[in-house]
């Protein structure tokens, strides 16, 4: 039996090193995408092996960065009045060869106008295929932004929106505006089998999809005509394994060479493995304490700004976090533009906290910390994280009583302003400020709940809102920059944390790097030695 | 042999029944809905969530929405996945023949080791051996599952090199799906070494979601064997002369049988709740991974059709079982 497992085991060694000749490089994916059209879904994972490996979108994001790069649009330009935006498109781009679809021609408008009007026109045919639930088109509010889309030629698009909004290059950057075939739509409709569009993918991207197993693998292979060049990698094999420890498991035998989401235990031996290059980055997100300031004693400042200071931060970053994070002093991640460096934290004081309560009024305060029932990057331990604040708190004479619910229940009511404190965070969808500030702190947020600190406040509301209408980057700036500011002193929560992500990496495979929006991009420049 | 088949069959029908009702209300009591764990942090306005949920048709009443599920059930349609937007009767059918090739080499692995060693235990009662095998069942029986094959991954994966840690096949083949049992599809397939692949990649996850019911059975043949080999016809069969392995063989194994095929009938279940372990730890791609990804996203239908499909296959063994007594002994068909 040893023998044979033995052969068995050289012959599978053998053919690893055979298979990295051919470059072959192997993701070890943590789940099953819940499909193959990004803008149908919402998760990361199908991101990944979708828009990230088989589309492009008009704009994309650069490996590495936030920055907005041309994508299937060669440039683009702006009305004076941000109300038009018209794309120049990208010549000669093809589409995916399939077994099941050959295209006859290259991209054009038509594709675009079939991409935007299935999310958008419900009249489209279609529109309602696969559900017609299209998850991040309704978050980021487009069907209300869109006004009209026209094609002015084969080769260039105009949008005109509603009403001005700065982040709508960035939001055509996203996995949900990938571009489908409006000529392979064509081909599924006209066989009566509309379904196969969003399950037997064809794209513009890197590679091209050849097979998928539920919970097993998926396969590519380099898409030859690629307009933005071949991939280095010959073959790309998704091997989904939902648990981390297993995952790290087949990186230390070679059985694959990137893994995402590492167990925070294992980390520390991976950053001592010889074999691992274990890459990290500040995450795209923020974990906060968020006061309902409709609540008394929360409605007042110096309240607020005292609960701040009597928080020991570091503590938490060094128990929950185990050093995988950074504290947070802002509501938006350093790696965002517009990252107000210059804004001061609250010093931990718990003795000025105290002097700050009693100043105002508050003694033998009794309040609740509501403390999440999943782990978030943002915050892997609600629970800890809540006994760590309660315990602070209770040093300057406030009682706290944790609370947790369902995690659909805890949603629903913290939006509708049930709890006094709640943990929550965010994690960031296009690398704009707007998608933090104005989503979780906006008047109108708090209105429908997402602001969980229920917090209107007119000048931060009305800087926002400039920031938005105004194209020029620099001037954008300066208004997040003086929005931060406000939001500080109004200290609606307490900013905790910014996770750090940790991505292991082989060390034949070079070229590889950590997307801040959490995406795994696997072509522009990666390759394996 | 008919009617005793018959009125199995007759029995099975408001378990069937008992089984949607379950499965129905259970995923129902779950706090939360799929609308409200999709949109997680992002939310969904009162208005939106009201039309998605009424486009999936669970603002009708409950009872409502009950019937409506056992209309279409009886019509062989088990609803559509609200993450994937696929049949939940195609999803399950591609994964199952995952769950049902692991738990057929996990059961054959428990039945082929451990009737022997029960057997052996049986005859050489008392001595070290008999202690030996009883110990190594009873922690085989105790052991977690989720902390045994992590064991055996860093053993046999990390450290001996001889087994791969996770997945049916090697990502060098790429064995075309006919039957869904790898095995059988690597042979059809004509690429060299798949087949090898394979079995090296079953060798760990058998041996793991096999090691509780090979403890059980082991158990269940020694004390089946000591109450045998005490009754009167054995010992008149010792006495006539034959050989000890006849007595054995011929006489004793048979009647003990009997408990033992109805443990590992029961096996069956312990076999499926084990599977979700064991496919988790080893990126097996079955139905047990599938179940509960579906209950944590709320897919109410994945959730339905998958436990109904698995009650229905527990149930089918249970009555193959119930078969094989009477073959085993004609007088329960009485």
Redesign the interface.
């Known amino acids: 039996m040893?023998k044979t497992?033995?052969a068995?085991?050289l012959?599978?060694?053998l053919?690893?090193s055979?298979?990295a000749q051919a470059k072959?490089l192997?993701f070890c994916s943590e789940?099953?995408p819940?499909?193959f059209n990004p803008s149908?879904y919402?998760a990361g994972t199908t991101f990944d092996a979708s828009s990230q490996t088989l589309f492009n979108r008009l704009v994309q994001f650069e490996a590495g960065s936030t920055k907005v790069v041309p994508g299937l649009a060669e440039s683009w330009t702006a009305s004076a009045d941000g109300l038009e935006y018209t794309f120049k498109l990208r010549k000669g781009v093809k589409f995916h060869t399939t077994k099941d679809f050959t295209p006859t021609r290259d991209f054009n408008a038509d594709d675009i106008l079939f991409t935007f009007n299935r999310m958008w026109k419900e009249d489209h045919p279609y529109h309602d295929v696969?559900?017609g639930?299209y998850?991040y088109f309704?978050?980021m509010s487009m069907g209300d932004l869109l006004k009209s889309i026209e094609k002015v030629d084969d080769y260039t698009v105009k949008f005109t929106l509603n009403y001005a909004e700065a982040p709508f290059v960035s939001n055509m950057a996203m996995d949900f505006a990938s571009v489908l075939s409006a000529e392979y739509g064509d081909v599924l409709a006209a066989a009566g089998k509309k379904?196969d569009i969003?399950?037997k993918p064809v794209g513009t991207g890197p590679f091209v999809f050849?097979?998928y197993?539920?919970?097993?693998?998926i396969?590519y292979t380099a898409h030859d005509d690629y307009w933005g060049g071949r991939s280095n990698i010959d073959k790309l094999?998704f091997?989904?394994?939902?648990?981390a420890?297993?995952r790290y498991?087949?990186m230390?035998?070679g059985?694959c060479h990137v893994m995402p989401y590492p167990n925070p235990a294992d980390v520390a031996a991976m950053d001592k493995d010889p074999d691992i290059n274990l890459m990290r980055q500040e995450g795209l997100n923020v974990g906060y304490l968020a006061f309902n300031t409709e609540k008394p004693p929360f409605d007042q400042k110096a309240v607020r700004q005292a609960l701040n200071m009597a928080i020991n931060k570091q503590s938490i970053l060094d128990v929950v976090f185990k050093g995988a994070g950074s504290i947070a002093k802002n509501p938006i991640p350093p790696t965002i533009w517009s990252y107000n460096n210059d804004v001061k934290d609250y010093d931990y004081d718990p003795e000025k906290a105290k002097a700050m309560l009693a100043a105002a009024g508050v003694t033998n305060l009794k309040t609740n910390i509501w403390a999440m029932p999943v782990q978030r990057p943002y915050n892997p331990n609600a629970r800890r994280m809540a006994e760590l604040i309660q315990a602070d708190w209770a040093k300057v004479g406030v009682e706290a009583e944790i609370v947790t619910?369902?995690?659909?229940?805890y949603?629903?009511r913290s939006?509708n302003g049930e709890h006094d404190t709640v943990l929550?965070?965010?994690?960031g969808d296009n690398g704009d400020p707007d998608n933090f500030m104005y989503v979780l702190l906006g008047c109108d947020s708090a209105k429908?709940?997402?602001n969980r600190a229920r917090w209107c406040n007119q000048e931060f509301d009305s800087t926002l809102r400039q920031a938005k209408q105004v194209t020029d980057q620099a001037k954008r700036t300066a208004l997040y920059e003086k929005a931060q500011v406000i939001f500080k002193e109004e200290a609606p929560w307490v900013t905790i944390a910014h996770s750090v992500v940790f991505k292991p990496v082989r060390k034949e495979v070079s070229g590889f790097k950590v997307h801040p929006l959490g995406s795994h991009i696997f072509y522009d420049g990666v390759d394996i030695n | 042999m008919l009617s005793f088949l018959i009125k199995r069959l007759l029995v099975l029908v408001p378990v069937f029944f008992g089984v949607t009702l379950v499965a129905f209300g259970f995923i129902r009591a779950?706090?939360?809905?799929p609308v409200?764990?999709?949109?997680?942090?992002?939310?969904v306005?009162p208005e939106?969530h009201a039309e998605?949920m009424a486009?999936m048709g669970f603002d009708k009443p409950i009872w409502q929405q009950y019937f409506s599920y056992i209309g279409d059930v009886l019509q062989g349609d088990l609803g559509t996945s609200l993450?994937?937007?696929?049949p939940v009767i195609e999803?399950f059918f591609?994964?199952f023949p995952?769950t049902a090739e692991l738990a057929i080499c996990a059961i054959l692995f428990a039945v082929i080791i451990g009737i022997p060693a029960g057997l052996i235990a049986a005859v050489k009662r008392g001595s070290i051996i008999d202690q030996g095998i009883m110990s190594f069942s009873l922690a085989g029986y105790s052991m977690p599952i989720f902390w045994w094959g992590?064991l055996l991954?860093?053993l046999f994966?990390?450290t001996l090199?001889?087994?791969?840690?996770?997945?049916?096949l090697?990502?060098?083949f790429?064995v075309e799906?006919v039957t869904g049992f790898m095995l059988i599809d690597s042979l059809l397939g004509d690429e060299d070494?798949a087949f090898?692949?394979a079995?090296?990649h079953l060798?760990l996850p058998a041996i793991v979601l096999g090691t509780i019911p090979l403890a059980v059975i082991a158990r269940q043949t020694r004390s089946a064997m000591l109450e045998v080999l005490s009754e009167d016809y054995v010992r008149t069969a010792k006495a006539k002369g034959l050989s000890p392995v006849r007595v054995i063989a011929l006489h004793a194994l048979r009647n003990a049988m009997i408990t033992v095929v109805t443990v590992i009938g029961l096996q069956v279940a312990v076999l499926l709740a084990g599977a979700i372990l064991t496919?988790?730890?080893?990126?097996?791609?079955?139905i047990g991974?599938?179940i509960i990804?579906s209950v944590f996203s709320?897919d109410y239908y994945a959730v339905q059709g998958g436990l109904l499909l698995i009650a229905v296959c527990v149930m089918t063994v249970n009555l193959i079982v119930d078969l094989l007594y009477g073959l085993i002994n004609p007088r329960i068909l009485h």
Do not use: C, Y
């Open positions: 040893k497992l033995l068995l085991s012959g599978l060694g053919a690893v055979g298979a072959t192997v789940g099953s819940e499909g149908l919402s696969s559900g639930d998850k309704g978050w379904d969003d399950h050849k097979s197993q539920k919970d097993a693998m396969r094999v091997a989904i394994n939902t648990d420890n297993v498991q087949k230390k035998a059985e619910f369902e995690w659909g229940e949603l629903k939006k929550l965070g965010w994690t429908s709940g997402g | 779950l706090p939360g809905d409200e764990v999709l949109a997680g942090e992002r939310g306005t939106r998605l486009q993450i994937t937007n696929r999803e591609e994964l995952a992590l991954i860093i994966s990390n090199h001889l087994t791969p840690v996770s997945g049916r090697s990502f060098l790429d799906p070494g090898a692949s079995l090296h060798v496919e988790t730890i080893f990126g097996w791609p079955g991974k599938w990804f709320r």
